[in-house]
């Protein structure tokens, strides 16, 4: 069963402070790994899509990398701004001629950042 | 701003009530996903449609229904409604189904049902 999960669930982190965020996430055949930001009470905001081990995407004071079990969002000297909860979901080829392109998101880590 | 909308922002009904969410996918996308969000599930995909066809299907219920029309917009019925299908349901949209075939996201209607 293909399955994504994120760690930590929550993560506090002062003004400044480097981090990394964790995806772990079983599937069988990866299409694409995905990035996103929520707000509470908003939808999901793209970030990043990855597509194969080894790759690396950058914006702003956000970058996302891949291997072959896991992926990192590493946030550097974040901004009070950035909190948010940011979710990692992967996309499998299913489907007749990969027809289906529904995503499986984890749960997610919870990210606060304090002045 | 993603260029999704959906309506409504917020929905309030009672047990046992049909509903109807409404999406619009970006200009230009054929794929419509819809998803719902609680609290202890996190995000779970329901339905996908592409260019007025059914692709894929999800946890979603029989009770349950969606459909996309020739102009591209969705509509997600819900019906004999219980106080666990209260949620976030959100409409995503993207170009094709392939690869980098980015997903956007609409603000979401939040439905509770009392």
């Known amino acids: 069963e293909d399955q994504v999960t994120q760690s930590p669930e929550a993560l506090r982190l002062q003004e400044g402070e480097s981090s990394s965020l964790n995806c772990s996430y079983t599937v069988s055949g990866l299409r694409g790994l995905f990035w996103y930001r929520q707000d509470p009470g908003k939808g999901p905001e793209f970030l990043f899509t990855l597509y194969s081990a080894g790759e690396e995407k950058e914006k702003e004071r956000l970058k996302a990398t891949l291997t072959k079990k896991e992926s990192f969002l590493h946030i550097t000297a974040p901004k009070p701004e950035d909190s948010a909860t940011y979710l990692c979901a992967v996309q499998a080829f299913r489907g007749y001629g990969g027809s289906q392109g529904n995503l499986i998101f984890g749960k997610g880590t919870k990210l606060s950042v304090k002045p | 701003d993603s260029g999704v909308t959906q309506t409504p922002k917020h929905l309030i009904t009672a047990t046992g009530q049909r509903v109807t969410l409404r999406c619009s996918p970006r200009?230009?996308?054929?794929?419509v996903y819809w998803y719902q969000q609680s609290l202890d599930q996190g995000l779970q995909f329901l339905i996908q449609y592409y260019n007025g066809e059914e692709r894929a299907k999800g946890n979603i219920l029989e009770r349950f229904s969606a459909q996309q029309f020739p102009d591209l917009h969705s509509e997600l019925n819900l019906s004999s409604l219980e106080l666990g299908d209260s949620a976030l349901y959100f409409c995503?949209?993207?170009?094709?189904?392939?690869?980098?075939?980015?997903?956007?996201f609409g603000p979401g209607t939040r439905l509770t049902v009392l």
């Open positions: 200009s230009g996308d054929l794929s």
């Open positions: 995503a949209s993207s170009v094709g189904t392939g690869s980098y075939n980015e997903q956007f």
